[in-house]
């Protein structure tokens, strides 16, 4: 079995839970408050401003008999650049203060995923920075343009406040073909479970920004479909 699709199997149950989470159906079905949609943009750009640091981090620890990798994660860096300024943006749209957003501080269910993910890159194995990308391009791809789509069809909000959502989730397509590509050229069975292990990891600690923003901002009932 290649690598790729190991990797998916290994990880089907954490990925069942995260997507199967309250905000996250509800997100999909459009049915959550502009107060929610700003506090999950707020989180998002507090990890998504890592994004380039960790990526960057990971090239920097990886050894020579991966230079091939190192090539993808300049690639990776170059498509990622300016995406936190794309969530501000979108905050701003929703009519909140994009400044104090920049400036302010993560949840810590955020503050924690970051922390891991430099942890994990510095001290175990850098290869652990594609767990992360599994989680969260695997993610964005499953439910961030539907997500987009319904989320302003229930709030009325103009298209420039979802340009993350609905940008992302395209991009990350094509990056998911990417990343299958590069997972099955890993043949290191140590690095193929840093691997495993790191997205069980973020799949649960992802999880815990969308339980606690559900924890402080509480969903509105659920309608049921027609």
Not at 76 to 84: A, L, P, R
Not at 103 to 111: D, F, K, N
Not at 205 to 225: H, K, T
Request: hydrophobic share 45%; glycine share 6%.
């Amino acid at each position: 079995m290649p690598f790729y699709d190991h990797l998916l199997a290994a990880t089907k149950s954490e990925r069942d839970e995260l997507l199967n989470l309250p905000l996250i159906r509800a997100g999909a079905s459009g049915q959550i408050t502009q107060e929610i949609y700003v506090a999950f943009l707020t989180e998002a750009y507090h990890h998504v401003k890592h994004t380039i640091p960790l990526l960057m981090s990971c090239g920097a620890r990886l050894p020579e008999r991966y230079e091939w990798l190192r090539e993808a994660v300049a690639a990776y860096i170059e498509e990622e650049v300016g995406h936190q300024e794309w969530i501000l943006n979108d905050i701003h749209a929703c009519g909140a203060d994009k400044e104090a957003v920049r400036h302010g501080q993560p949840g810590l269910a955020t503050e924690l995923m970051v922390a891991y993910a430099y942890d994990a890159i510095a001290r175990v194995n850098p290869l652990a920075m594609f767990g992360m990308v599994l989680v969260l391009e695997g993610t964005s791809v499953e439910v961030a343009t539907q997500a987009g789509t319904a989320i302003q069809a229930h709030l009325g909000l103009g298209s420039d406040a979802f340009t993350y959502l609905t940008s992302h989730g395209a991009l990350d397509v094509g990056h998911t073909d990417f990343y299958a590509t590069l997972m099955n050229q890993i043949d290191n069975p140590a690095d193929q479970e840093t691997v495993i292990h790191a997205a069980r990891v973020f799949y649960k600690l992802y999880g815990d920004i969308f339980r606690e923003i559900v924890a402080r901002l509480p969903l509105p009932p659920q309608r049921m479909a027609a």
